[in-house]
Antibody, heavy 119, light 108 residues
Framework: EVQLVESGGGLIQPGGSLRLSCAAS????????MSWVRQAPGKGLEWVSV???????NYADSVKGRFTISRDNSKNTLHLQMNSLRAEDTAVYYCAREDPSGFGEFDYWGQGTLVTVSS | SSELTQDPAVSVALGQTVRITCQGD??????ASWYQQKPGQAPVLVIYGKNNRPSGIPDRFSGSSSGNTASLTITGAQAEDEADYYC???????????FGGGTKLTVL
């Protein structure tokens, strides 16, 4: 059974750093395109970052230069290192898998972890 | 603002048919996928590709596309279909995913 479990969220002051993790089971993170998607309170979904199976990465303009996506193949875990956090980064952060045999859709999602940036 | 545009809210009478639309230039080149999200829950994929449903999604959900508009149709809406619905595709350059702003569906 495919499962994604995020962790690492919490309350952090503006300018601070936080590292999110997403533990995967039922498939290999290294063989798939894995993304982080966030949702600010009461707002819609916003794609944040992707790491491709080959290891290359891409970021939304809103987080470029501040966030870094990575994976630990030995632990089958996805990470998001978030630096220089701002109030507007406050959101629930989801990790999601892109269907490897589909058309770019996200077929599995984690339950999300809440990041609150506030003093 | 999102590169994919959705109506903020739509309502439908119980048992009737409703269409939720998503507009964007990238939809001329890429398929849209659709997600259902209920309060406090993660999004769930309901339609992808030309008109495909993941296992467990009722067949009252269907998808279609024409030009720059993708549509999600619920035929015979049920009370449990009340939720937010998001479309997803690629940005206009095809470089990364993008989501529509979401449509809140109310079943009356």
């Amino acid at each position: 059974e495919v499962q994604l479990v995020e962790s690492g969220g919490g309350l952090i002051q503006p300018g601070g750093s936080l590292r999110l993790s997403c533990a995967a089971s039922g498939f290999n993170v290294s063989s798939n395109y894995m993304s982080w998607v966030r949702q600010a309170p009461g707002k819609g979904l916003e794609w944040v970052s992707v790491i491709y199976s080959g290891g290359s990465t891409n970021y939304a303009d809103s987080v470029k230069g501040r966030f870094t996506i990575s994976r630990d193949n030995s632990k089958n875990t996805l990470h998001l290192q978030m630096n220089s956090l701002r109030a507007e980064d406050t959101a629930v952060y989801y990790c999601a898998r892109e269907d490897p045999s589909g058309f770019g859709e996200f077929d599995y999602w984690g339950q999300g972890t809440l990041v609150t940036v506030s003093s | 603002s999102s590169e994919l545009t959705q109506d903020p809210a739509v309502s439908v009478a119980l048992g009737q048919t409703v269409r939720i639309t998503c507009q964007g230039d990238s939809l001329r080149s890429y398929y849209a996928s659709w997600y259902q999200q209920k309060p406090g829950q993660a999004p769930v994929l309901v339609i992808y590709g030309k008109n495909n449903r993941p296992s467990g999604i009722p067949d009252r959900f269907s998808g279609s596309s024409s030009g720059n508009t993708a549509s999600l149709t619920i035929t015979g809406a049920q009370a449990e279909d009340e939720a937010d619905y998001y479309c997803n595709s690629r940005d206009s350059s095809g470089n990364h995913p993008v989501f529509g702003g979401g449509t809140k569906l109310t079943v009356l």
